[in-house]
């Protein structure tokens, strides 16, 4: 089985490789406020790096940016703490990920992957 995440994420860190296109990427709220914590505010032990990365042909690539990938590779040089990607995109965006976290493929960005991303995170069913 999966290790699924503690009650409380200590941190969200968002890597938007979907910025820039002809067109503006789908809304990111679903995520986050699925993924945010019940009541409880007491500082968490894990980080969670939300990588948005659909395929589209104005990006002329079917990995990551170059800027991405080193925002990515810096948000998890000094973690520190277990750390998780959820990549919503395709399988080849996995490939620029640096060894280390758990790697969650959400394939899309769309609310309803968004909301299942979260629930799977937290251990519930989507």
């Known amino acids: 089985t999966m290790a ?3 009650d409380v ?13 002809p067109y503006p990427p789908p809304a990111r709220d679903a995520f986050r406020e699925t993924l945010a914590p019940e009541g409880d505010d007491t500082p968490g032990s894990t980080l969670v790096v939300a990588v948005w990365a659909e395929t589209r042909g104005w990006k002329g690539r079917a990995g990551l940016s170059e800027a991405s990938r080193a925002a990515l590779a810096d948000a998890l040089a000094d973690a520190g703490v277990p750390s ?3 990549v919503f995109g395709g399988e080849r ?25 979260a629930l799977r995170l937290r251990g519930r069913s989507a």
């Open 4 to 6: 699924i995440l503690n």
């Open 9 to 21: 994420v200590d941190e969200l860190v968002e890597v938007d490789d979907d910025l820039g296109g």
């Open 84 to 86: 998780h990607v959820v």
């Open 93 to 117: 965006v996995v490939a620029d990920i640096p060894e280390g976290p758990t790697v969650w493929l959400a394939w899309g960005g769309e609310s309803l992957m968004q909301r299942a991303a």
